[in-house]
């Protein structure tokens, strides 16, 4: 099974930033190493240089809403298809998910081939992420926005004064909230059966047409 609504978007991006190298005098190839930040930080050496990701929004994206029903035979992706079953559903609320992500460097040229990588993964309104759904059948492209990037570089004292080189990019990934319910999809009780003739009932558990006293 895959990954349900902003687990999957998580995922997503991190595989999406995944892969990229910077080179210098020492190593021609070095890995950029990417983390997700606060509050998932996860178990690491800090080694420059690297990414984080944190999810610092979601904004209910009433402008593009719409309303009606959808049938399917997969729950949106979340329930394996039954034969001559299918389910129908509201269409689920968009939200647009907000991620900062921030790049870690000591090295000039470490800097400026990260910012290089980047303008190539989140090109202003051109963007793209692939997620697939929970079941793992299908792998949807939402778009992706740039909507900011700022350049905050500083004087880290306690690490004798070296400069640390960071920028920080704010990305917005289109999405929509998969329906809470597809765990207990549709199934309707057809009969019920009562026992008419109780034995070893609980004290606390009044058969059915009785009044307690």
Do not use: C
Request: aromatic share 8%.
């Amino acid at each position: 099974m895959g990954n349900p609504f902003i687990i999957a978007e998580d995922l997503a991006l991190k595989t999406l930033l995944q892969g990229m190298t910077v080179s210098d005098e020492k190593n021609a190839s070095r890995q950029v190493k990417v983390w997700f930040g606060y509050p998932d930080v996860e178990v690491r050496a800090q080694e420059f240089p690297f990414v984080t990701i944190d999810l610092i929004d979601m904004l209910p994206a009433n402008d593009r809403q719409t309303s009606g029903m959808l049938t399917d035979n997969d729950y949106r992706g979340t329930i394996s298809p039954v034969s001559n079953r299918t389910y129908s559903y509201e269409i689920p609320v968009a939200f647009d998910l907000v991620y900062q992500i921030t790049t870690y460097a000591r090295n000039p040229r470490h800097d400026r081939a990260i910012i290089h990588q980047l303008t190539t993964k989140f090109p202003s309104k051109y963007g793209g992420l692939l997620v697939p759904n929970e079941l793992g059948t299908e792998t949807s492209r939402r778009h992706m926005f740039l909507d900011g990037f700022a350049k905050r570089d500083a004087v880290d004292g306690e690490t004798g004064n070296r400069r640390l080189l960071r920028n920080v990019y704010t990305v917005r990934v289109v999405s929509e909230l998969t329906p809470l319910a597809a765990k207990i999809a549709t199934k309707r009780v057809e009969e019920v059966n009562i026992n008419t003739n109780p034995v070893s009932v609980p004290q606390a558990v009044i058969p059915a047409g009785l009044t307690k006293l």
